[in-house]
């Protein structure tokens, strides 16, 4: 029941676009109508600044939830994460999650 809860949001956006008029071959692509990753992208800089955060990693999550790889951000070394937050299995197209924690020395 718990993939399911997560599916509805999207499925009643989904419809309520059919009920406004927008086109059907629109609506049902499976891709969302932005770039997620590049709007996170531009968005790092402000959000730094804002939360005085000293570093912020940009992970895309596999489907599974628990693997991601690292697609921007200025963290440093991270190209495939094995064990991710998790918070990150929340994360679907359009809803990104988030997760803090200390630096490590």
Do not use: C, W, Y
């Not at 709007?39 to 940009?58: C, E, F």
């Amino acid at each position: 029941m718990g993939e399911v809860k997560k599916g509805m949001p999207f499925v009643q956006n989904l419809r309520r676009r059919l009920q406004a008029g927008e086109p059907e071959e629109k609506v049902l692509q499976r891709k969302l109508a932005f770039d997620d990753v590049s709007i996170l992208r531009q968005m790092l800089p402000g959000l730094k600044k804002t939360a005085g955060l000293s570093a912020i990693d940009l992970i895309l999550v596999g489907e599974d939830g628990k693997h991601g790889k690292a697609v921007g951000g200025d963290g440093g070394v991270l190209a495939g994460m094995e064990e991710l937050p998790a918070q990150a299995h929340a994360a679907i197209p359009g809803q990104p999650t988030f997760a803090f924690q200390k630096p490590i020395s």
